[in-house]
């Protein structure tokens, strides 16, 4: 029992390290400190997960829309100001429910409610390549169907799905409309039973069937209009 719990030590103390590396530099020590374990953990993936979101935007942005002008992207299919302010609102509203998923799958690992592995030579790496593709697949089918559910179901698309399409346009597409992909913005600790860590299952699950960059790069729509 006390071996265990010294096991599930290590992933705690490298929660911490994390923490503090992300909120020292951001707030002040009287503001995050006193927050409990779970507050802490949140708080830096939120922060992390928006500087992760706003810098890399406005780099895109920067460069595609301003340097790289019609190389890219033709002049007049750039977003308006207007369509990437409310995509930017929209992430802002997801962003605080997005990141605690991250949050929750650390908490998951330090409580040992699921096999973890502290280091990298602890499993079989031949069991591990298993759980991956076993891993990938389910996650496809179950975003398939969920995805096709959002659209079969009228007030699933009405009230959940229908802002997607808002702005999965090349014409409205910006990279602030991608912030799906950042869900899991700072590494999760520890390994699960798939091979794969906490925020790497968070990342691809986060919205693998949208295909919003093959939508941009090709310029077409890859899901169906309407239910």
Request: one cysteine or more.
């Amino acid at each position: 029992m006390a071996s265990n719990h010294e096991f599930l030590a290590r992933f705690v103390e490298e929660t911490t390290f994390y923490n503090r590396i992300v909120l020292s530099h951001l707030l002040p020590a009287n503001l995050w400190e006193p927050l409990p374990h779970f507050l802490q953990t949140w708080l830096r993936n939120y922060l992390a997960g928006n500087l992760l979101y706003f810098i890399s935007g406005f780099l895109w942005c920067f460069y595609i829309y301003y340097l790289k002008l019609n190389v890219y992207v033709p002049q007049d299919s750039v977003p308006t100001r207007k369509a990437m302010i409310l995509q930017i609102y929209v992430a802002m509203k997801a962003m605080p429910w997005s990141t605690l998923v991250p949050t929750v799958s650390e908490y998951i690992i330090e409580r040992g409610w699921t096999k973890c592995y502290s280091t990298l030579d602890q499993f079989n790496w031949c069991l591990c390549l298993v759980y991956i593709a076993f891993y990938l697949v389910l996650v496809e089918f179950m975003i398939y169907w969920v995805h096709k559910m959002t659209h079969d179901n009228k007030f699933l698309y009405k009230h959940l799905h229908a802002t997607h399409h808002m702005y999965n346009k090349q014409n409205t597409l910006s990279p602030f409309a991608v912030f799906r992909v950042f869900r899991a913005c700072v590494p999760s600790i520890g390994w699960d039973t798939s091979g794969s860590t906490a925020c790497d299952s968070s990342v691809h699950s986060a919205d693998t069937s949208h295909n919003t960059f093959e939508s941009f790069y090709y310029g077409r729509d890859m899901d169906s209009e309407q239910p």
